[in-house]
Each structure stands twice: as structure tokens, then as C-alpha cells.
């Protein structure tokens, strides 16, 4: 089973603190024609905070190097690949809108990390989010909307999502494939969302999805869609499934359980769901 990477988890008012204070800081406003965001990043020392304002329309921009941009801002590019590609090291994003229209994807993560917090990517051709190639997320009171797919994990990538919200995307809200990890952590009051998708959380070849606490409703065709030796472990007690096409669509092999603890979130009573265990018929299944 692909493991998620050990993470210390605490409270969601707490969570950001863990990542550390930046050594300094850099102001940039996009407004001001004069000050760019991109020269600020590859002028940053390794650790550096950027404050940034306004509307940043000069992307695609490039982070190659541990920095953190701390906003109100948003960030766009014209039409294209991405609007922020983030290829090395350990970026930090807060309170940022990143505005995708018109590019296949707002944010790609490759080979790095990533820890956003207060984060909304929208409006994406493709993916609002893709990490790939050992990418790494945390990911923490954000939201992936209006795009073709929220947040798309691949090629042995991992990602922890703490009461953060995937809605209104053509397809899926999260996708997790090609031996990849994601889990959704329980914070008290603030479960994680997918609804309003075509498919709430999708999950295929050999990856694994833990569902600590999580709303996953309104979802056209399914509400969880796990595939091709695919591992699911949830707890009942955190996470509800309603008014979905589907709850659950299992195409065999795949494993399919419910844990007892996860996180800290103790179960004390299972879900019935409308299940579907392709070829099988669909029926009712209390787990």
C-alpha cells in the first residue's frame, strides 16, 4: 500500500504556524506597473516571505526555490500552459486567488512541495491543481472551482487536505491516480467538501485515498469512484455522503474499508451506501 507522508497534524488554527517563519520580506504590488511579482521570486533569498497585492497579470510565474507569496493578490496569466508552475524546493501560497482562465491548469507542482492556505484556484481548462513526479501538497482551508478538474494527484504524488473545498468542476473534484496518496484529515467542524462535481473523488491505479472527515454531496454521477487496485480506508463517524448519483462506484480489484481511527476521529457506527461493485448489480451495502 502506498503510504502518506508522516505529517504532525494539528489544529486548523494551527497548522500554517508549523511551516515555519520566513526569514524576510519583500512588498509587491502588481498595480504599480513598476514592481513585478516574477523579478521579486527570482530575487528572493531562500526562505523569503513576498507580500503581494493587486491583480499580478504577467504569468506564467515560476517558483524554483523555498519562498512563500502572502497575499490578498490574484495571479494570472494570459492563454497557455499554467498559471504558476513550482519546480523545486518548498513554495508557501496564502490568500491568494489564482485566476486560470483561459490556461490548461492554475497551479503545477512538480517534484516540490507546497503548502497553501486561504487559497482559491479557479475557472482552469484542465486542472486547477496538478501535482506530479513525488510532488507533495498540504493543503489547508482552500478551494478548487469552476475548473475542468479540481485537483489531479499523479505519478507517485501525495497530498493532506485540511477543511479545504473541491466544487463546481466539470469532472472530478479530486483525482488521485498512478500510485498516489491523499488523505482528507478531520478538523472538528470543518470537513472537507467535494460537491457539485460530476465525480466527488475519483481514485484509479494503485493509489490510495483516506477519508478522515469529509461532505461529499451533490455529485452528479458518483460520489466516490475507486478503481483498479485502489485503497480506501474512511471513518464514518467524520464524513457523510449525500444526494450523490452514486455514493460509491467499485470497479474490482480494489479494497474498500472502513477504519476505526483515523487521525484521531474515532468510529462508532458505519454508513449504508448506495454502492455499485462493477460487473456486479448495484445494491444496497452496510459496511
Same mark, same amino acid.
Given at each position: 500500500?502506498?503510504? #502518506?507522508?508522516?505529517?504532525?497534524?494539528?489544529?486548523?488554527?494551527?497548522?500554517?504556524?508549523?511551516?515555519? !517563519?520566513?526569514?524576510?520580506?519583500?512588498?509587491?504590488?502588481?498595480? *504599480?506597473?513598476?514592481?513585478?511579482?516574477?523579478?521579486? %521570486?527570482?530575487?528572493?533569498?531562500?526562505?523569503?516571505?513576498?507580500?503581494?497585492?493587486? !491583480?499580478?497579470s504577467n504569468g506564467p510565474f515560476f517558483i524554483r526555490r523555498e519562498v512563500s507569496l502572502v497575499g490578498p493578490a490574484t495571479l494570472?496569466?494570459?492563454? @497557455?500552459?499554467?498559471?504558476?508552475?513550482?519546480?523545486?524546493?518548498?513554495?508557501?501560497?496564502?490568500?491568494?486567488?489564482?485566476?486560470?482562465?483561459?490556461?490548461? &491548469?492554475? %497551479?503545477?507542482?512538480? @517534484?516540490?512541495?507546497?503548502?497553501? =492556505?486561504?487559497?482559491?484556484?479557479?475557472?482552469?481548462?484542465?486542472?486547477?491543481?496538478?501535482? &506530479?513526479?513525488?510532488?507533495?501538497?498540504?493543503?489547508?482551508?482552500?478551494?478548487?472551482? @469552476?475548473?475542468?478538474? @479540481?485537483?489531479? *494527484? !499523479? *505519478? /507517485? $504524488? $501525495?497530498?493532506?487536505?485540511?477543511?479545504?473545498?473541491?466544487?463546481?468542476?466539470?469532472?472530478?473534484?479530486?483525482?488521485?491516480?498512478?500510485?498516489?496518496?491523499?488523505?482528507? &484529515?478531520?478538523?472538528?467542524?470543518?470537513?472537507? %467538501?467535494?460537491?457539485?462535481?460530476?465525480?466527488?473523488?475519483?481514485?484509479?491505479?494503485?493509489?490510495?485515498?483516506?477519508?478522515?472527515?469529509?461532505? &461529499?454531496?451533490?455529485? =452528479?454521477?458518483?460520489? #466516490?469512484?475507486?478503481?483498479?487496485? /485502489?485503497?480506501? !480506508?474512511?471513518?464514518?463517524?467524520?464524513?457523510?455522503?449525500?444526494?450523490?448519483?452514486?455514493?460509491?462506484?467499485?470497479?474490482?480489484? %480494489?479494497?474498500?474499508?472502513? =477504519?476505526?481511527? *483515523?487521525?484521531?476521529?474515532?468510529?462508532?457506527?458505519?454508513?449504508?451506501?448506495?454502492?455499485?461493485?462493477?460487473?456486479?448489480?448495484?445494491?444496497?451495502? $452496510?459496511?
Amino acid at each position: 500500500m502506498q503510504r #502518506l507522508p508522516k505529517l504532525a497534524v494539528t489544529c486548523l488554527v494551527t497548522a500554517v504556524a508549523l511551516w515555519g !517563519t520566513p526569514i524576510s520580506a519583500k512588498n509587491v504590488n502588481c498595480d *504599480i506597473p513598476q514592481q513585478n511579482l516574477q523579478k521579486a %521570486i527570482n530575487g528572493a533569498e531562500v526562505g523569503e516571505e513576498i507580500t503581494v497585492s493587486g !491583480t499580478c497579470s504577467n504569468g506564467p510565474f515560476f517558483i524554483r526555490r523555498e519562498v512563500s507569496l502572502v497575499g490578498p493578490a490574484t495571479l494570472q496569466a494570459p492563454a @497557455g500552459f499554467a498559471v504558476l508552475e513550482i519546480r523545486g524546493g518548498t513554495a508557501s501560497l496564502d490568500t491568494l486567488t489564482i485566476d486560470a482562465t483561459d490556461n490548461a &491548469i492554475g %497551479i503545477v507542482v512538480e @517534484g516540490a512541495t507546497v503548502r497553501m =492556505s486561504g487559497v482559491t484556484v479557479q475557472d482552469a481548462l484542465n486542472e486547477g491543481m496538478r501535482l &506530479i513526479g513525488n510532488a507533495h501538497a498540504e493543503v489547508v482551508g482552500s478551494t478548487f472551482e @469552476g475548473n475542468d478538474n @479540481g485537483v489531479v *494527484i !499523479t *505519478i /507517485s $504524488s $501525495s497530498a493532506l487536505f485540511f477543511a479545504s473545498t473541491f466544487q463546481n468542476n466539470t469532472n472530478f473534484g479530486l483525482q488521485v491516480s498512478q500510485g498516489s496518496a491523499a488523505a482528507f &484529515i478531520f478538523v472538528a467542524g470543518n470537513p472537507n %467538501i467535494s460537491r457539485d462535481n460530476d465525480i466527488g473523488v475519483g481514485m484509479d491505479a494503485s493509489s490510495t485515498f483516506q477519508m478522515g472527515g469529509a461532505l &461529499i454531496e451533490n455529485n =452528479s454521477i458518483v460520489g #466516490l469512484d475507486v478503481t483498479f487496485g /485502489s485503497f480506501f !480506508t474512511a471513518d464514518p463517524t467524520a464524513s457523510t455522503f449525500e444526494n450523490n448519483g452514486t455514493d460509491v462506484v467499485c470497479t474490482l480489484p %480494489i479494497r474498500l474499508t472502513h =477504519s476505526p481511527t *483515523i487521525y484521531g476521529a474515532s468510529a462508532s457506527h458505519s454508513w449504508v451506501l448506495d454502492v455499485v461493485m462493477s460487473p456486479r448489480p448495484t445494491k444496497s451495502l $452496510s459496511r
